[in-house]
């Protein structure tokens, strides 16, 4: 849950994770224009007993942002970034296994796919909430300005320049976190077919309908 301060103004941005959230605080900070809070990009490096939370501040779920805020009022302007669910899982699988190395390296995409369930999804914590449900990052009833991934970030430089920034920055929003940069190569197969389609549209139903993405079933 990033907290950007601008001048006066206070921005909730909800970092869902594989939605673009590090490219997009890279650019604000860029900027030098406003400051960032809630984030902590050594999360994962920290020693068990000295971390405070089950996530990394960046992925709080709505739940816990409530009982930390307990008014969406304090926060100026909501922004948020979805992606379609097969495509976030995918890149949350890819990330877990071949960057962060999280998840055993014998599993492959469909017997990961076939293992999931609405509990262990919806479990706090779990992968830095890489898998977590997009609509549980959301402050409830909460003015949102939302982007999909899916119509590139050009809208939302624009929203963040006009309405963050206070004017336009002479950069785009860079590609982060891309396992090019990396220098992971990724071997295994990760197609979809139906089986796991059906599965995948059942256990995130609530992303594909709040945020109009197709099943494809």
């Known amino acids: 849950m990033p907290i950007i301060k601008s001048g006066s103004k206070i921005t909730y941005f909800s970092h869902i994770p594989k939605c673009a959230g590090s490219a997009i605080e890279d650019y604000i900070l860029k900027s030098g224009k406003a400051k960032i809070a809630f984030l902590d990009r ?130 785009d929003i860079e590609v982060v976190n891309d396992f090019k940069s990396r220098g992971i190569k990724v071997e295994a197969d990760l197609q979809w077919d139906d089986e796991m389609r059906a599965a995948v549209s059942e256990i995130y139903k609530l992303d594909f309908e709040l945020f109009g993405y197709d099943t494809g079933l």
Request: zero cysteines.
């Open 42 to 171: 050594n999360f994962l490096v920290h020693r068990p007993d000295t971390v405070w939370t089950k996530s990394s501040p960046q992925h709080v779920d709505s739940q816990s942002l409530m009982r930390l805020f307990p008014s969406s009022d304090f926060f100026d302007h909501f922004l948020a970034v979805v992606r379609n669910p097969y495509d976030r899982l995918k890149s949350a699988f890819k990330y877990q296994k071949y960057a962060d190395r999280k998840m055993s390296q014998d599993i492959d995409f469909k017997k990961f796919v076939l293992s999931l369930n609405k509990p262990v999804v919806n479990t706090i914590g779990i992968n830095d909430n890489h898998f977590l449900p997009q609509y549980r990052f959301f402050y409830p009833k909460s003015p949102y300005m939302v982007f999909k991934l899916e119509d590139g970030l050009g809208d939302v430089k624009k929203w963040i320049d006009l309405h963050v920034l206070g004017e336009a920055m002479p950069y």
